[in-house]
Nanobody, 126 residues
Framework: QVQLVESGGGLVQAGGSLRLSCGAS????????MGWFRQAPGKEREFVAG????????YYADFVKGRFTISRDTAQNMVHLQMNGLEPEDTAVYYC???????????????????WGQGTQVTVSS
């Protein structure tokens, strides 16, 4: 089993920055991809960014527009999401997710991810 725990959420003014972290424990060595999703009230969960652990390839949603950066700290077994230029529309609960398999399913499809964290709230005030 794999456990994911997010941290780093909070309240920030528009234009500010936050750094989310996802700590992984358990059998993490076989993970293929880790990603960040978010869900705002009344909206569906959407893909934000992903990182293929074997190749180090990063993927981003279009709305990120170069504002967010996903990275991996191998020594600490963590994945980070640096968020700059935050906008009120970024307000949501952010979830870390992981998938151990290389699938034909798109990296942005939440259904492919097997493990999920409990989420961390990000609130951006205008």
């Amino acid at each position: 089993q794999v456990q994911l725990v997010e941290s780093g959420g909070g309240l920030v003014q528009a234009g500010g920055s936050l750094r989310l972290s996802c700590g992984a424990s358990g059998r993490t060595g076989s993970m293929f991809i880790m990603g960040w999703f978010r869900q705002a009230p009344g909206k569906e969960r959407e893909f934000v960014a992903g990182f293929t652990l074997t190749s180090g390839t990063a993927y981003y949603a279009d709305f990120v527009k170069g504002r967010f950066t996903i990275s991996r700290d191998t020594a600490q077994n963590m994945v980070h999401l640096q968020m700059n230029g935050l906008e009120p529309e970024d307000t949501a609960v952010y979830y870390c997710a992981a998938d151990p398999l290389s699938r034909m399913t798109s990296y942005s499809d939440s259904a492919r991810y097997v493990y999920w964290g409990q989420g961390t709230q990000v609130t951006v005030s205008s």
